[in-house]
């Protein structure tokens, strides 16, 4: 599947795996997806397991990603982890926004945008997440929600900051429900966000970021989401609970 822009599909791990089913998976990831180089793989799992994880993963394909951070540096904040101390284990990617914490944590646009500036000054890559719910798009609101959350959350960041973004499309009525976008929905909202980002900052930062999909993305329906010409990857929950349904996705996908 040729695209000017590199394949990025992320494991989010959510609030699963031990310490040992952690370096488990990861084994078995890196058995599995040894020598491919076609994509940019992304491991995401909780926090308690990041230490572990990022020894197994040296010398692999697999790059480490945190699924949430804090705005802040340093200092007294308890409860929260900052990007410095994330970096501590070679963390590359952060995923920010889900409508997980949007939902239940109360994450707004105006904080997303915080913390993917301070995931930026820290060298770190941002994997900003934005949707619709079901209520959105029945009343035909699906544009409207995804412009002021991509205008929100992405303020404030320069056009080569951009470049070092990625975007995750997460319509919420598909994430652990079992319903996928279609994938003409999917590259509509996909080529929507492209278009916009041109206009927010320019043709190169829209040709260049990367814009992944993410509800219930399985082995199944991998290939073809991400054969649309404005998909480049994935965020898949459930699926990358398990060495076989991650792995194909990857395999599916090059
Ligand atoms: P599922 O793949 O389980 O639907 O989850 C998607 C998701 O929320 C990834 O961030």
């Given at each position: 599947?040729?695209k000017?822009?590199?394949?990025?599909?992320?494991?989010n791990?959510?609030?699963?795996?031990?310490?040992?089913?952690?370096?488990?998976?990861?084994?078995?990831?890196?058995r599995?997806?040894?020598?491919?180089?076609?994509?940019?793989?992304?491991?995401?799992?909780?926090?308690?397991?990041?230490?572990?994880?990022?020894?197994?993963?040296?010398?692999?394909?697999?790059?480490?990603?945190?699924?949430?951070?804090?705005?802040h540096?340093?200092?007294?904040h308890?409860?929260?982890?900052?990007?410095?101390?994330?970096?501590?284990?070679?963390?590359?990617?952060?995923?920010?926004?889900?409508?997980?914490?949007?939902?239940?944590?109360?994450?707004?646009?105006?904080?997303?945008s915080?913390?993917?500036?301070?995931?930026h000054?820290?060298?770190?890559?941002?994997?900003?997440?934005?949707?619709?719910?079901l209520?959105d798009?029945?009343?035909?609101?699906?544009?409207?929600?995804?412009?002021?959350?991509?205008?929100g959350?992405?303020?404030?960041?320069?056009?080569?900051?951009?470049?070092d973004?990625v975007?995750?499309?997460e319509?919420?009525?598909?994430?652990?429900?079992?319903?996928?976008?279609?994938?003409e929905?999917?590259?509509?909202?996909?080529?929507?966000?492209?278009?916009?980002?041109?206009?927010?900052?320019?043709?190169?930062?829209?040709?260049?970021?990367?814009i992944?999909?993410?509800?219930?993305?399985?082995?199944?329906?991998?290939?073809?989401?991400?054969?649309?010409?404005?998909?480049?990857?994935?965020?898949?929950?459930?699926?990358?609970?398990?060495?076989?349904?991650?792995?194909?996705?990857?395999?599916?996908?090059?």
């Amino acid at each position: 599947m040729e695209k000017d822009r590199k394949l990025i599909i992320a494991g989010n791990w959510k609030m699963n795996k031990t310490v040992a089913e952690s370096v488990d998976l990861v084994n078995g990831l890196k058995r599995e997806l040894h020598g491919v180089k076609e994509v940019d793989v992304v491991i995401c799992p909780p926090y308690t397991a990041l230490s572990e994880v990022s020894k197994v993963m040296i010398e692999s394909n697999l790059r480490l990603g945190a699924q949430n951070m804090s705005e802040h540096g340093p200092g007294a904040h308890t409860g929260e982890v900052c990007a410095s101390l994330l970096k501590e284990f070679s963390v590359r990617y952060v995923i920010l926004g889900h409508s997980e914490r949007r939902q239940f944590q109360g994450e707004n646009d105006a904080l997303i945008s915080r913390k993917a500036r301070a995931a930026h000054a820290a060298s770190l890559k941002p994997i900003v997440c934005v949707g619709e719910t079901l209520a959105d798009r029945e009343s035909g609101r699906t544009e409207e929600v995804v412009r002021t959350q991509i205008e929100g959350s992405l303020a404030g960041l320069s056009a080569d900051q951009m470049h070092d973004t990625v975007i995750a499309y997460e319509p919420v009525w598909a994430i652990g429900t079992g319903k996928t976008a279609t994938t003409e929905q999917a590259q509509e909202v996909h080529a929507f966000i492209r278009k916009l980002l041109a206009s927010l900052f320019d043709e190169t930062v829209a040709r260049k970021v990367r814009i992944q999909y993410g509800g219930s993305v399985k082995p199944g329906n991998a290939r073809e989401l991400m054969s649309q010409p404005d998909v480049d990857g994935a965020l898949v929950g459930g699926a990358s609970l398990e060495v076989r349904s991650f792995s194909d996705i990857i395999k599916l996908s090059v």
